[in-house]
C-alpha cells in the first residue's frame, strides 16, 4: 500500500514541569496497591502479577518501577525532538491519524517502513537505543512468550495518546519477522482490545493497560487484529510528567534488511 504524498504534521511536546495534578497523584512512588488484595504491587511477584488473557499474550502490571517510568519519559522527551521527532502520521486516503508518533532504529509511516522521516523532514531515523533493546529482550523472558530464539529488536514506534485519541483495530503486517512485539505502557490507562488474527470483529478481548504495565503477543497471535479504542482520561500517576494522555512504547523486530 502506496503511502500519503501529503505527509505527516510535526508536533511539539509541552516543557516538562507543565502537567497538571493527576486524578490518581498518590505522592509516593510505587505506592499503587493491588486490587486483589491491597499489597503493594511492587511487593507481588511477576508471575503472580503475569496474566494471559489470550494463548501467546501476556500481560504483567506494574513491570516497571516509577523510577524506570520516569526515565523513560525523560528518553521520550528527546526522541520527541527534531529531527526525525514526533508528529501526527497521515494514512494513504490523506486524514491524520488522532495519535501522534515517533519512530527509532526504522521509520513507520503508514504503512511501510524506511531509514529517513519521509512524511517530515527527511531526517535519518533516531537510533533504538542499547538500553531500550535491553529492557525489550528482558519483558519477552519476563512475559514468558515465543522464547524459542533470542529477541533482536530493530525499531520502536512511540505513540502518545492524547485525550481524544484512539487507534483502529489493526494488523501489525509489515514486518517479515515473526519475533513478539512488546508494548510498555505509561501515563493514563487505555484499553487495548484484541479481535482475532483472521477478523477485526466481535467477539473481543480488552485489557486495561496502566502505566508501568507490559503487553507482549507472538507466537500464534502475532498478527491479532488490536487496538486501542479508548484512553481513561486523568488516570496516570502525577509523578509521570506527561502531558494528559498516555505513552506506548512498542519494539520489534521488523525482519528488514
Known amino acids: ?32 496497591l493491588d486490587e486483589a488484595d491491597g499489597r503493594p504491587v511492587r511487593d507481588v511477584s511477576i508471575e503472580e502479577r503475569l496474566t494471559r488473557p489470550l494463548p501467546d499474550v501476556a500481560h504483567i ?83 514468558g512468550v515465543d522464547s524459542s530464539r533470542p529477541f533482536d529488536p530493530d525499531a520502536a514506534i512511540v505513540n502518545l495518546y492524547g485525550p481524544s485519541a484512539r487507534l483502529g483495530l489493526h494488523q501489525d503486517g509489515e514486518e517479515p519477522s515473526d519475533a513478539p512485539v512488546v508494548t510498555i505502557s505509561l501515563g493514563d490507562t487505555c484499553v487495548f482490545r484484541m479481535a482475532g488474527v483472521d477478523r477485526r470483529t466481535a467477539p473481543f478481548t480488552d485489557v486495561a493497560l496502566a502505566s508501568g504495565d507490559l503487553l507482549v503477543f507472538g507466537g500464534r497471535n502475532r498478527r491479532i487484529y488490536h487496538g486501542v479504542p479508548k484512553v481513561l482520561n486523568g488516570t496516570a500517576p502525577s509523578w509521570v510528567d506527561l502531558p494528559s494522555g498516555r505513552v506506548s512504547i512498542t519494539v520489534r523486530e521488523t525482519g528488514l534488511a
Open 1 to 32: 500500500m502506496s503511502s500519503s504524498r501529503l505527509g505527516g504534521v510535526p508536533t511539539v511536546l509541552p516543557p516538562p514541569g507543565t502537567v497538571g495534578t493527576r486524578q490518581l497523584s498518590l505522592g509516593i512512588a510505587d505506592s499503587r
Open 61 to 143: 502490571r506494574s513491570w516497571l518501577t516509577a523510577q524506570e517510568q520516569r526515565e523513560l519519559v525523560a528518553q521520550f522527551r528527546e526522541w520527541a525532538l527534531p529531527p526525525a521527532g514526533l508528529r501526527h502520521p497521515r494514512v494513504p486516503a490523506g486524514h491524520l491519524m488522532t495519535v501522534q508518533s515517533v519512530c527509532l532504529g526504522w521509520h513507520w509511516q503508514p504503512y511501510t517502513y524506511s531509514r529517513h522521516a519521509d512524511d517530515t523532514d527527511g531526517a535519518p531515523v533516531k537510533p533504538l537505543p542499547a538500553e531500550l533493546i535491553a529492557l525489550s529482550r528482558r519483558a519477552v523472558i519476563d512475559a
